[in-house]
Each structure stands twice: as structure tokens, then as C-alpha cells.
């Protein structure tokens, strides 16, 4: 028969979001951070972060090659995990562990679980932790900002203003939303962050329940157990130091390793707040954004057999 | 007043503009009827006619099966030539009534009512079974059936379903346009037969015209109101309907009329002023035929019967060949492998692209993005039940309350991994309702 025409269930349209392209706004979106993270720390970022994006992308290519399955790397995770891991190592780490990195991201903590959607944490954060554990000392050495140096200061700096914070020393709080201060590449300067989220938020890639309660729980918590009262400055220290702005907007949204139910997310996001500050406030390292969130993605599974909505029309609701 | 809307929903790209503006064109088949005995849900009706016998005009040829079934009759006069199973748009074959069309048309006398307001209820009710009007949005359902709820007086909503959300499709826009003294005058029979309720046409605000047409017309009627409604896929859904007309809101096991509404597309409330008013059985329907592959998309008012491949010569043939032809919408429609398939009932368009959406992406894994959860109107969680029904896990299914999904297929729209979420539901769906009946 000649007149033979496709036939499938319906429906028989698709939008024109792709993986891909959602892969893509988050890149566009981290640019703000990563830019900034070059412009304070020099070519030593930017070679940082081109390497570890590389090591991701070959990573990934290598296994699919090995293990016979279809190539995956055009879907532009890789170098998401690539330039978030590197957005959150400090620029004068060895080049060799950010190569490490990138690989154990993408083999061990992605690949080995299945690949893009099966893995159960973070794969960048799996792989920070993984070198914070493995070379603790060059991945807890910060340098100096461009802004201090410039301040006459030396371009090895021992303390970020959360380590600071924690000993008890003032710090600057305008220097910390700026990012003019020592931390990893792209966690300094909370303004790019934010423009990166705002722009994420506009286009409908990630929504404000995870962020927005990760953030509000971690403020309430810090009030309450900081030890500081109401002093709104140590609060605003606290949110604009470390990690927990890039945690909250790019990490803890992970599509793969967050929540899928609308009252998950929530819950996800208060577990988020409050163990951020138990690890920053009673452990004993001033940063706890990392373990944070990929303890917390080991509790998705459960958040969400708590979390199953209620359908429209079940439980007289209006 | 506020728009009527719902949570979730999507916003496809609707392709109305390639029909909204041609008027509704009467044209007379000239190949075979074919009158599928099934048309509806329900017992499938029982032939009235064998081979041999001349049939006219608006005869009926079939007899309703049972209680929840309707009567067909016939939309042309000739002899019936066969009746044997035939291809039908769901792709099986179903016994049908096939009528070798004399082309003359010879009709029967259909004796209009003067003043419907003497009528009695049962009266009513009998004219519009008699009729054999089914649910002309796409379900069938007889809607005398519809009609009948157990406590007539607990209905205090009568909706039009005037929201026509499915892209592409302008029958019911030309049809409120054009006829809507039909329409009105239709709902004002519907109302006859529950005293408690006001009839509310809910309205899609993509369709202002008629908004402003019907508003103006709907003044000096009391009991009928016009509700815009927010332009979104699935408003017309009949449960996002209520709820956006009403604030009540149902689940699976609950019928419209346990929320105190009866829905009724337009044409469906055509069909009854034909019956009641005008004494015509349903022999007609407006069809959009419509697509970049037909030479000119318009919109037809269409004898029930007449074959696909006919349709498409109405619009003028296609200018390409078509990748898919689908009847009804892209979002719910049929796709169908061929055209030798007869309009019934319930055939709202056909459309014929000349790409296949579906075949130019290849479904990858799932990202968890949430996405359909966002824009399920069901507010259930589609990638997880996808998930339940490819492991064939039916507890699970249930347990995240899988056949609350209306098959909207907006969760399979958004999928950015372009899933076949919707597809799975579906099917998974379809085997726990027959397990359950097993039991």
C-alpha cells in the first residue's frame, strides 16, 4: 500500500524543551560564577575548570566506548558536572586531582549507577567529597582574591571568611556578596550566583521550593542555634559565605538526585537548611554545604514514599 | 470576574488559525456509507436493516443494544449493501452498516416541535434517546444516559463544554459563531430537565468572539451565564472543566453528576435542539479537516458515514503526502494508517501533518526534572508511574493513585527526555482495570 502513514498513541505533538537544552541553561546560567571565579583568581581557574570539564567529557565518552552503550555526551550533562565540580574546587588545586575528579564524578559516582537519571547523589559533589576526603590539605588551601592581593595582602590566604566567621573574627559582609574573597572558584561571589538562579528561575528550569526552603530553614536555624542572637550581619555572613549559595541553586536542585513530588521538594529543602547549619555550626569544619546535600540525596527515596500527592479530587479538596 | 482555570496544563502550539476563519461548508458524500454499529460506549446497536433493503434519509437502520447504547441512522438514501466488519479509527474492525449511496438524498419527514416548553421531561429525554446524540467531543457517551442522573434535582450546573482545547480544532468555534441561537437554545432544553440548575458555556478567552457573540445573546436568558476561561490544554478535560466552572472537584470514581454538573460539548447541544426542536435524529457533525498536508483546511458540516479519503477531497486534496493522519487532535486523536475509515460520531477533525513529532525524537532517560508532575492536571507523578507500568509493579501503580490519569498526554508533550510517559500510563491503566474486574 502506498498511502501508509505513522501511527503511534497519541498525543502526536512535543514541546521543544530537550534534555539537552535544559542542560545548556544551566551552563549559560553558571557563566556569571565561573567568569567571575577567572576574573579573582587568574588563569589558574580558568585552566581549572577547562580541565575538568575535559576530563568529565572523556569520562563519559570512555565508558559509554568501553561498556558498549550508546554515546551520551551530547546531552551536555557531562560538562554540567564538569564545570559545577570545578566551580567548587579551590583554584590552586593541583591540575592532576581536578582531572581525578572529573573522572570519579562521571565512572563512579554517574556512570556505574546507570548513567544520566540513575545516580543517587550529586555526581559533582560525590567527587568534591571524594577529593576533600582523599587530599584534604590542597582542597581546604585557598588563595588569595585578586581584590586582597591588591589590599597588599599575600596571595596565600589561610582562612575564608566562613573559617573566620567560625574562629570568631569579623568579616566583611559587602566583600563577601561581591566575591572579592577567598573561597573555591565559583562559590565566592554570591551576586553571579544569584543572576545565574534568576535567570535558571525565568526560564522555568528550576522553581524556588528547594532553594527557598533550603535558605529560610538555614536562617531560622542559625537564629536559633548560632549562637549570635538576632545579629543580622553574622546571619548574612553565614548565607554569603561558603558554599551554600551555589549549593542551594544549582547543586540541591539536581534534577536527578532531588525530589520528584511538589510536597518532596519541600522536605528536601528543610533537611537541606537544618543540616547545613548542625555541620556548620556544631561540626567541626566551618563548611557543610557539601555534605549536606549529598546526605540529603540519599534520603530522596524515602522523601518522596512520604511525599506522594494527592490527586486531583481525592480528599474533598476544593 | 476572574478567568476560569485549573492547576497544571500546558500550552501547545494550537493551529487554529489554519480553519478559524472559514465557515462551515455543507457537503454531500458521494462514495459508500459505512455506519459502524459501535459508535459509542456501550452495547453496540443492532441492525434494523438487512441487504437489499432501500434505506432514505434520516431512517434509523440500527436500534440501541440496551439501555446505555444509542440508535444510528442513516445520513444518505440508497441500499444497504453489506454489513460486515469494517475498519474503524481506534484500528479495529467493527461490524458495520454499509449503504450504497444513491446520491439522490431522498429524505423522511421530520416533524418539528412548536413550543419545546410543553414538552415534558421523560418526553425530553426520550426524543433525545431516540435521536441516538452521543457525546460528540470525542467520548460517545449516550447522552440520554448523561441525562438521567439518579437525583435530577441535585444538578444545579449545566456546562457547555464550549472550551475546544485541543489545538488545531475549530468546529466548535464556527459552530458557537454561526449557530449559536442552536446552541442556546439547546442548553435551554438540557435546563428544561433540571430545575435547579443555571447553564454556564465555558469558554476558552482564545476565542473572544465568541465570548462577546454568546454574552450578548445570553442577556435576556436568566438561567445561562457565559464563563471565560483560561487558554489551556486540558481545559476541556471534563473534570479541569468542573473545576474551573464550579470549584468542585472529582476523581476517577466520581461522576459529574456527583459534583451536581452535567457536561455537554457544543455539538452534542446542537444535536439535541436538531432532535428536540427540529425532530432530526443525528445524522451530521462538523468535522475540521486541517493540516499542512491538505490543500485548503477548512471547517465541514459532514454526513456521519462518510468515508476519510472523501473528507480530504472536500478540502481539496493533499498537497504533499502526509506523515500522519490523525482523527480528532494531536493530543488525544487517533493516528491511522490509512484513509478507508467512516466519520462517526465522534470524529471532531482530521488531521493530516506532513511530520511525525513523535518518530523525530528518540526517548532518552529520565532527568526527574518534574515537569509532568508540574503540568499533570491530575496532579499525580507521571515519570514514576511510566516507571510502574514498564516494571508492570501494579500495587505501585495504584499506591501513587495511576488511575487518576486522564490520558491527556500533557505529561508526554513536556517530557524534555520525550518519554512516552502518557502511553505507558495508558496501557498500564488498561491492565490493572482488567485485573480488577477479574476479581
Same mark, same amino acid.
Given at each position: 500500500m502506498s498511502d501508509l502513514y505513522n501511527v503511534s498513541s497519541s498525543p502526536h505533538v512535543r514541546s521543544k524543551d530537550t534534555t539537552s537544552r535544559i542542560m545548556l541553561y544551566v551552563l549559560i546560567a553558571l557563566l556569571p560564577a565561573a567568569l567571575f571565579g577567572i576574573y579573582n583568581f587568574g588563569f589558574r581557574a580558568l585552566l581549572l575548570i577547562v580541565l575538568t570539564i575535559a576530563s568529565c567529557i572523556v569520562s563519559e565518552y570512555l565508558f559509554n566506548l568501553v561498556t558498549k552503550r550508546k554515546q551520551t555526551i551530547y546531552d551536555l550533562s557531562a560538562v554540567v558536572t564538569g564545570l559545577l565540580l570545578a566551580l567548587n574546587l579551590p583554584p590552586t588545586l593541583p591540575w592532576w586531582m581536578a582531572i581525578l575528579g572529573g573522572a570519579f564524578a562521571i565512572v563512579v559516582v554517574k556512570c556505574l549507577f546507570g548513567g544520566l537519571g540513575q545516580n543517587f547523589m550529586n555526581p559533582a559533589l560525590g567527587a568534591r567529597c571524594f577529593l576533600l576526603l582523599s587530599f584534604t590539605g590542597p582542597m581546604t588551601t585557598f588563595a588569595n582574591s585578586r581584590y586582597y592581593i591588591s589590599q597588599g595582602m599575600d596571595a596565600v590566604s589561610s582562612a575564608t571568611p566562613l573559617a573566620a566567621l567560625k574562629a570568631g573574627q569579623g568579616v566583611n559582609t559587602m566583600d563577601m556578596l561581591i566575591g572579592r574573597i577567598p573561597g573555591t572558584i565559583g562559590e565566592t561571589s554570591v551576586i553571579a550566583i544569584l543572576i545565574g538562579a534568576i535567570f535558571l528561575i525565568l526560564m522555568g528550569v528550576i522553581d524556588l521550593r528547594i532553594p527557598g526552603t533550603y535558605i529560610v530553614t538555614f536562617v531560622i536555624f542559625v537564629l536559633l542555634f548560632g549562637g549570635h542572637g538576632f545579629d543580622w550581619n553574622y546571619v548574612v555572613a553565614q548565607l554569603c559565605g561558603g558554599g551554600i549559595m551555589l549549593g542551594?541553586?544549582? &547543586?540541591?536542585?539536581?534534577?536527578?538526585?532531588?525530589?520528584?513530588?511538589? &510536597?518532596?521538594?519541600?522536605?528536601?529543602?528543610?533537611?537541606?537548611?537544618i543540616l547545613t547549619g548542625i555541620f556548620r555550626i556544631f561540626g567541626a569544619s566551618a563548611e557543610g554545604v557539601s555534605y549536606a546535600i549529598i546526605f540529603s540525596n540519599l534520603l530522596v527515596p524515602l522523601i518522596e514514599r512520604i511525599s506522594i500527592p494527592r490527586p486531583f479530587g481525592k480528599g474533598g479538596e476544593r | 470576574m476572574g478567568l476560569g482555570t485549573f492547576k497544571g496544563g500546558i500550552h501547545p502550539y494550537d493551529g487554529k488559525e489554519l480553519s478559524k476563519d472559514k465557515p462551515i461548508q455543507e457537503v454531500l458524500p458521494k462514495g459508500d456509507m459505512v455506519y459502524p454499529l459501535s459508535q459509542h460506549i456501550g452495547a453496540p446497536a443492532? =441492525?434494523?436493516?438487512?441487504? !437489499?433493503?432501500?434505506?432514505?434519509?434520516?431512517?434509523?437502520?440500527?436500534?440501541? !443494544? !440496551?439501555?446505555? @447504547? $444509542? =440508535? /444510528?441512522? $442513516? @445520513? $444518505?438514501?440508497?441500499?444497504?449493501?453489506? /454489513?460486515? =466488519?469494517?475498519?474503524?479509527?481506534? !484500528?479495529?474492525?467493527?461490524?458495520?452498516i454499509v449503504v450504497e449511496n444513491d446520491g439522490e438524498f431522498r429524505s423522511v419527514e421530520f416533524t418539528p416541535v412548536e413550543d419545546v416548553a410543553t414538552l415534558s421531561k421523560e418526553e425530553i429525554i426520550g426524543k433525545i434517546k431516540e435521536a441516538g446524540i452521543v457525546g460528540m467531543g470525542g467520548a460517545g457517551f449516550p447522552t440520554h444516559v448523561k441525562l438521567s442522573p439518579k437525583e435530577p434535582e441535585k444538578i444545579d450546573y449545566v456546562i457547555a463544554n464550549c472550551a475546544e482545547c485541543e489545538p488545531y480544532l475549530t468546529s466548535d468555534y464556527r459552530r458557537m459563531l454561526e449557530e449559536p441561537e442552536k446552541l442556546i437554545g439547546g442548553m435551554k432544553i438540557v435546563l428544561q430537565l433540571f430545575d435547579n440548575a443555571r447553564g454556564v458555556l465555558g469558554i476558552e478567552d482564545n476565542k473572544p468572539d465568541c465570548i462577546k457573540l454568546l454574552t450578548e445573546l445570553c442577556k435576556d436568558e436568566p438561567r445561562i451565564e457565559v464563563m471565560a476561561l483560561k487558554t489551556k490544554y486540558p481545559q476541556g478535560s471534563e473534570r479541569q472543566l468542573i473545576y474551573a466552572v464550579s470549584g468542585r472537584a472529582i476523581n476517577a470514581s466520581m461522576l459529574p453528576a456527583d459534583a451536581g454538573c452535567i457536561v455537554d460539548n457544543v455539538d452534542t447541544l446542537v444535536a439535541v435542539y436538531n432532535a428536540v426542536k427540529l425532530g432530526k435524529p443525528l445524522m451530521h457533525r462538523i468535522v475540521t479537516i486541517t493540516g499542512n498536508a491538505v490543500k485548503e483546511p477548512a471547517n465541514y458540516s459532514v454526513c456521519i458515514g462518510t468515508n476519510f479519503s472523501e473528507l480530504v477531497e472536500m478540502a481539496g486534496g493533499f498537497t504533499v503526502q502526509p506523515r500522519k493522519v490523525i482523527s480528532g487532535g494531536p493530543m488525544m486523536g487517533f493516528a491511522m494508517f490509512h484513509l478507508d475509515i467512516p466519520t462517526t460520531k465522534t470524529t471532531s477533525a482530521l488531521l493530516c501533518l506532513t511530520e511525525d513529532e513523535v518518530a523525530q525524537y528518540e526517548p532518552s532517560a529520565c532527568i526527574n526534572c518534574a515537569r509532568c508532575v508540574e503540568v499533570c492536571p491530575s496532579r499525580i507523578v507521571p515519570s514514576r508511574l511510566a516507571d510502574y507500568s514498564e516494571n508492570q509493579q501494579e500495587d505501585l501503580f495504584e499506591k501513587w493513585n495511576g488511575l487518576e490519569c486522564i490520558e491527556c498526554g500533557s505529561c508526554s508533550f513536556i517530557c524534555p527526555a520525550k518519554r512516552q510517559l502518557a502511553q505507558a500510563i495508558k496501557s498500564m491503566k488498561k491492565t490493572v482495570l482488567a485485573n480488577k474486574r477479574k476479581k
Open positions: 542551594a541553586f544549582f &547543586m540541591a536542585t539536581d534534577y536527578v538526585t532531588s525530589p520528584i513530588t511538589p &510536597m518532596g521538594k519541600i522536605i528536601f529543602g528543610i533537611v537541606l537548611g | 443492532t =441492525p434494523l436493516v438487512a441487504v !437489499g433493503d432501500t434505506v432514505l434519509k434520516g431512517q434509523k437502520i440500527a436500534e440501541a !443494544g !440496551g439501555f446505555v @447504547s $444509542a =440508535p /444510528i441512522y $442513516a @445520513s $444518505a438514501s440508497g441500499t444497504v449493501k453489506a /454489513i460486515e =466488519p469494517r475498519r474503524v479509527v481506534v !484500528g479495529d474492525m467493527v461490524n458495520s
